[in-house]
């Protein structure tokens, strides 16, 4: 893996960097932590406050995948929502996910003000309606969301969405005045020095090769070992070869994103008058919203396996113009990729390996948020306080059909026909 960041907005705008020593020989600690993105710093963090030793193994730099190159919206509730739980697995275990839903935010701004992390940090996210539809759907997803707890949602007509989105494109929205957005990258590094502060030892360009399970468990890397009680593999969509059969029940996804020069503040003001983020509801969904320092960051689309567009600048821009065709005339700066890790059921994925080894991965697209909730989830069940991540764990892990060689194609087939569906408004 790469030990450097990809050339983004986030890394060219990253606070001061931190250097890192590999692993070198053996070290012992209560838990070994695989992957330093927000699973891995999330549960370090949950795991340091508790007073475990934590030591995370990071093969990259911390925040290298997903968690460093999203498009840092802080969206409440899974990939696939209550209902569909409900439909699908009862009552009970949607009532228990439920009750977690809107956690991962509420956790996110409880370590940002604790570590006095600098990350951009603002309030309200939208859900945009391109017909009347989604619409329809907003007002259930409203009705749905407020069942389960979220009191601070706020339905906006077309006429009411110009005081928050300067685009003639979408029907109408429902505003969440408790998700919102930041610098997904500075968060990661934010986290990672609360663990340091907190005692936990981080160490990048430290590749794991392998887990020889036991009680202790050892983990190697090329240079070096962690004799540990516990392992927590959180690598997600950056990982190969320590679980492979976790492997078959997922598949990594690119997410394109580019950022404009800095806008004027008056062409900020017309855009996103109240600078909340916004996403749209179609299946391969537009997301954007305004930096810290006023680029419009937008993103959208999906490639399937993991590949990587030769011209993404292409492939975004007409999207961000269809949106905002004001910006014709303005320069993007930064165009880059990033991977997510997708399942079958489009929900997370949690499980033990024997008593010790645990595991989260495949967020579906609502990495942000959910990471930060595994974490705790993750630091309960090791403490002992187990049953909040057994009813994650307790979900259903199917392979995708076809496996490796056909899940591309037919995931592809399957997202081009709720792509026309969303075309064509029905």
Known sequence: MSTIYPDSYYAASTNESVSRDSLQGA??????VIGAGFTGLSTALHLAERGFSVVVLEAGKVGFGASGRNGGQIVHSYSRDMDFIE????????????????????IIRRLVKQYDIQCDLKDGGIFAACNRKQMHELEEKKALWEKHGNQHLQMLGKKDLEDYVGTERYEGALLDHSGGHLHPLNLARGEALAVEKLGGRIFEQ??????VEGEPAVVKTANGQVTAKYVMVAGNAYMTGLLPQ???????????????????????????????????????????????????????????????????????????????????????????????????????????????IYYAQGYSGHGVTSTHLAGELIASAIQGQAERFDVMASLPQHPFPGGRLMRIPYTAMGAFWYDMRDKLGI
């Open 87 to 106: 439909r699908h697995y009862g009552k009970q275990t949607a009532t228990a996910m439920g009750r977690m839903a809107f956690e991962g935010g509420q």
């Open 206 to 211: 430290s590749e794991v090769t392998s887990i």
């Open 246 to 356: 976790q492997e078959q029940k997922s598949m990594p996804c690119g997410t394109q994103i580019i950022t404009t020069e800095v806008l004027s503040k008056e062409l900020q003001r017309e855009l996103l008058p109240k600078d909340n983020c916004v996403e749209d509801c179609n299946y391969l969904l537009d997301y954007f919203r305004i930096s810290g320092e006023g680029r419009l960051i937008y993103g959208g689309g999906v490639t399937y396996g993991a590949r990587e567009p030769d011209k993404i600048e292409a492939l975004i821009r007409p999207k961000m113009l269809k949106t905002f065709p004001q910006l014709k005339n303005v320069k993007v700066d930064y165009a880059w990729t990033g991977n997510f890790l997708l399942t079958l059921m489009r929900l997370p994925q949690f499980g033990r390996i024997g008593n010790n």
């Open 27 to 32: 070290v012992e600690a209560d838990v070994c």
